[in-house]
């Protein structure tokens, strides 16, 4: 990993870096519940025209043999507009979940909205909160990383913007202080239980995240050699992470762990410096065959684009399937009924506030 350097509790940096957060794990869902008690009301009053938007992309976890560590972000989008109101909670969703999601405080957006101000110890506002998704929910492409995402990137912009502060800090930032990036992946590692979505989905490109001895995420994140292109099989039935988590063995042989590591340090190298690695790189020892008898389409696809030297892994927990190619790939041919496919572009920058425009903490 040339050209990075290791930041402690500080700021997420771009190109060949690391980033490394901290928090207390048993205070997220207390704080937050609190925030929302005293803030959130049924009945809500119309929106004024002081929404913050951000851009977060979908993200794809594991890659193979990077179980829990390694990620990728790709350009597929979900955007998020709250304003804050008056009182009470209006809460729109468009396109990907529609109709099924909560539209109440439950909603993963809103509760990362309000772990954010209770970080920094401040009231929720009432907000009306605008989604506008893509990402399909349950495929294994990052869905829950980028709401929660989202909403802490909302949330530290609204706490910012309303001034005053709490009369003490909590978790991640003194009352009154910014959180910085570096929080925000530890809030957010806190959220979704592991940072291999997150991380991606956060600052962009391929990220590699190990946990410090206290507990803490470390992320590195590296560029991706520019012959390297994304193809991703988005499944359309959807399945469930934990699920899918409880096929896992509670242990595997040693020799399977050890060439899974051989894999995991060959992959690293593949996409950043090497590609014509992928297909060997891409081995997978740890989960994927364990979880084939949940997503048999996914499985049975991932058999026969690597039979045709294609570095295909599952996406995540699955069932969409992602393949990493950097020749020509006739996308017809591979249209299964079950999927959709569609070439898609490494996102680069990860999450983005677009507007209003104002610099990202720790730069």
């Known amino acids: 990993m040339s050209g990075g350097s290791a930041v402690s509790g500080g700021s997420a940096v771009s190109g060949g870096s690391a980033v490394s957060g901290g928090g207390d794990r048993a205070l997220v869902d207390r704080s937050a519940d609190r925030a929302l008690d005293r803030s959130v009301d049924r009945s809500a009053s119309p929106p004024d025209t002081r929404a913050v938007t951000v851009r977060v992309p979908a993200t794809s976890a594991n890659l193979g043999p990077g179980f829990d560590s390694f990620g990728l972000a790709l350009a597929r989008y979900d955007e998020v507009s709250a304003s804050p109101i008056d009182h009470g909670l209006l809460v729109e969703v468009e396109g990907v979940g ?28 009432g907000l009306h909160l605008r989604c506008r998704n893509t990402i399909a929910h349950g495929g294994g492409l990052g869905s829950s990383a980028a709401a929660i995402v989202a909403g802490l990137l909302l949330g530290r912009e ?58 803490r995420p470390v992320v590195a994140r590296l560029a991706v050699h520019p012959d390297v292109r994304v193809v991703v099989f988005t499944a359309h039935r959807s399945s469930s992470t934990r699920r899918s988590r409880g096929l896992l063995p509670a242990s595997v042989p040693h020799a399977d762990a050890a060439a899974n590591a051989a894999s ?5 190298h593949a996409l950043t410096t090497e590609p014509s690695y992928l297909l060997l790189a891409t081995r997978d020892h740890l989960h994927q065959h364990y979880r084939a ?9 991932l058999d026969d684009l690597r039979a045709a030297g294609i570095a295909a892994v599952i996406s995540g927990a699955g069932p969409s399937v992602l ?33 209003p425009s104002r610099p990202r903490a720790g730069h």
């Open 98 to 125: 529609a109709g099924q999601v909560p539209l109440t405080d439950q909603h993963l957006v809103v509760r990362a909205i309000a772990r954010a101000f209770a970080a920094v110890d401040k009231p929720v506002p």
């Open 158 to 215: 609204l706490a910012r913007s309303s001034g005053g502060g709490g009369s003490r800090g909590t978790v991640a930032a003194p009352a009154g202080e910014m959180l910085t990036d570096a929080d925000l992946l530890a809030l957010a590692t806190e959220m979704e239980g592991h940072p291999d979505n997150v991380a991606p989905a956060l600052l962009g490109g391929f990220t590699v995240a190990v946990a410090d001895p206290a507990g």
């Open 264 to 268: 995991a340090g060959l992959l690293v």
């Open 293 to 301: 008898s949940a997503m048999p389409e996914s499985a049975r696809l």
């Open 323 to 355: 393949a990493l190619v950097t020749g020509p790939i006739e996308l017809a041919r591979w249209q299964r009924p079950d999927f959709d496919v569609a070439e898609i572009t490494v996102c680069a920058s990860g999450a983005q506030l677009i507007g």
